[in-house]
């Protein structure tokens, strides 16, 4: 029953997760600094807006609740790629 209600949700809500856990595990298994903490708490919190967004409050003011959260968690992402890409080019 909840398959059909919340199928699409599900499988992307577990993408989220999975790229949210091999963030955090390249965080905190790399030997740099720990400058990029605010930018995986952000996108924590991003990922929180947007489960609250689709399974707590549902219709019209859920999905703002979601977008808020994907916008949060995108430009988290964004930032975290960024600098991780910046500083294995710088140590070549």
């Given at each position: 029953m909840w398959w059909q209600w919340y199928g699409f949700e599900t499988i992307m809500m577990l993408i989220f997760a999975g790229i949210?856990?091999?963030t955090?595990?390249?965080?905190f298994l790399s030997k740099?600094?720990?400058v990029l903490t605010i930018s995986?708490?952000?996108m924590v919190i991003g990922f929180c807006m947007m489960l609250v967004g689709v399974g707590y409050i549902r219709g019209f003011d859920g999905m703002g609740w979601f977008v808020y959260g994907l916008l949060l968690y995108g430009g988290s992402l964004l930032v975290?790629?960024?600098?991780?890409i910046f500083r294995l080019k710088r140590e070549e």
């Amino acid at each position: 029953m909840w398959w059909q209600w919340y199928g699409f949700e599900t499988i992307m809500m577990l993408i989220f997760a999975g790229i949210s856990i091999g963030t955090g595990r390249h965080l905190f298994l790399s030997k740099t600094d720990k400058v990029l903490t605010i930018s995986f708490v952000s996108m924590v919190i991003g990922f929180c807006m947007m489960l609250v967004g689709v399974g707590y409050i549902r219709g019209f003011d859920g999905m703002g609740w979601f977008v808020y959260g994907l916008l949060l968690y995108g430009g988290s992402l964004l930032v975290y790629l960024t600098f991780t890409i910046f500083r294995l080019k710088r140590e070549e």
